[in-house]
């Protein structure tokens, strides 16, 4: 994205316009988790390992991702959890959703309120998240190996741009 308002997207990228939940800017790979998570108990605060045994991305790490997924479930202490993940440096670098998540906002919003970390957290469509996850070759399990990138903005007026980068291997890489 430029400096000036408009987006440049490669021809082969896919952006996507959201609604801002939190604003920021964060960039990663994607991380699209198949059921909701529970930032207290279904992923630990000190790693960002998703540690829910019964949840189909466990052992995945949040660090540096750009999460999505529908909502998260369960606790209103998730937003603590996520705020201490966001705080060690272990948290997502963006969040994007299908359905408003006030523990997750209220999460993200205490980070920056206590620690300065400004994670983005975006909301889009359920038909917008699956184009962007349909885009994808294969929809990986754990983050891709950096060949797949989210980028996330979210800005304060309420308008939020999702672009997602399918990076092709230049000829003579795998």
Not at 43 to 64: C, K, V
Not at 89 to 117: F, H, K, M, N, Q
């Amino acid at each position: 994205m430029t400096g000036n308002g408009s987006d440049s997207v490669a021809a082969h990228d896919v952006m996507i316009k959201g609604v801002t939940l939190c604003p920021g800017e964060g960039s990663g790979p994607p991380l699209f988790l198949a059921q909701p998570l529970s930032f207290w108990g279904g992923a630990d605060r000190s790693t960002g390992m998703i540690i829910d045994t019964h949840h189909p991305q466990h052992g995945a790490l949040l660090a540096g991702t750009v999460l999505m997924m529908d909502a998260s479930r369960g606790s209103s202490s998730s937003s603590s959890v996520l705020a201490e993940q966001l705080r060690a440096g272990v948290g997502p670098a963006a969040i994007v959703l299908t359905a408003r998540d006030a523990i997750v906002a209220l999460g993200v919003l205490a980070a920056a309120e206590l620690y300065g970390s400004t994670t983005p957290v975006v909301l889009l469509s359920p038909m917008d998240a699956a184009t962007l996850r349909n885009s994808l070759s294969v929809r990986p399990a754990v983050p891709s190996t950096g060949q797949t990138r989210v980028l996330v903005t979210a800005h304060a007026d309420g308008s939020a741009v999702v672009v997602l980068q399918l990076q092709t291997p230049r000829q003579g890489q795998p």
